[in-house]
């Protein structure tokens, strides 16, 4: 447990490498799947940074964001109705790397991200980027899903907005089907009054998307229906 006494940082310090810290997130993982629901106050602590860490998606943290999204699930998943009151915080911050793993949203100060700025062209995510993404999908997003969903109604839009953004991204065809996956999920685990209010409030959205962003809207739909009128 003394690895959860010290703060977990979000980027390799000079003394450290991306290997070490890859290898202590992945080691508190595997200690937390076992011990979380046990000792929840002591796993806390850890939650935070193993967020913070998963926005740090340079080419050479990449191994580290990974293990800290794969943490973060099992935090999640372990501490469960715990982390309702964080949730405001806990969220966004989740969302954050996915939408700059996408190339949606600019890399947080201070690290040296995969994409530029947002909502350009020349933006475009990296493969690293697109692999962190695919990973998030898995991990942290399942998680939510799975665990938390009655408390998702405050971020679904901006859920369903970087999930509408990836048939836009063709450098990775295993992050489209992550991503036909985590919709499907989402229809299934969301109930129908926090979903259904929100798939209508993305509607003005798309009359500024591209044809991509339509695209991906409307399965969206077809995956709710799907469930809620069987």
């Known amino acids: 447990m003394c690895v959860l006494a010290a703060p977990l940082p979000s980027s390799p310090t000079p003394f450290c490498t991306n290997a070490f810290w890859q290898a202590a997130l992945l080691a508190v993982d595997t200690i937390a799947r076992d011990h979380a629901a046990t000792y929840p106050d002591a796993f806390m602590r850890a939650l935070p940074h193993a967020v913070s860490a998963a926005s740090c998606i340079s080419s050479a943290g990449i191994g580290a964001a990974g293990g800290a999204l794969l943490l973060a699930s099992t935090l999640i998943s372990q501490l469960a109705m715990r982390l309702v009151p964080y949730l405001p915080h806990l969220v966004p911050a989740l969302l954050e790397a996915l939408e700059v793993a996408l190339g949606i949203a600019p890399a947080p100060a201070g690290a040296a991200g995969v994409a530029a700025t947002a909502g350009s062209r020349d933006s475009m995510p990296q493969k690293d980027g697109l692999a962190l993404a695919c990973t998030w999908l898995q991990t942290a997003g399942a998680a939510l899903l799975a665990t938390l969903p009655q408390f998702l109604r405050p971020y679904l839009a901006r859920i369903m907005r970087a999930v509408m953004h990836v048939p836009s991204l063709s450098q990775l065809a295993t992050l489209g089907e992550q991503t036909e996956a985590f919709s ?6 969301v109930p ?3 979903l259904l209010p ?5 509607l003005p959205t798309l009359s500024q998307a591209s044809a991509a962003h339509c695209y991906a809207y409307f399965p969206l739909c077809d995956y709710a229906t799907a469930f809620f009128y069987p």
């Open 184 to 189: 499907r999920a989402l229809a299934s685990a």
């Open 192 to 194: 129908a009054r926090l």
């Open 198 to 202: 929100s798939l209508v409030e993305a």
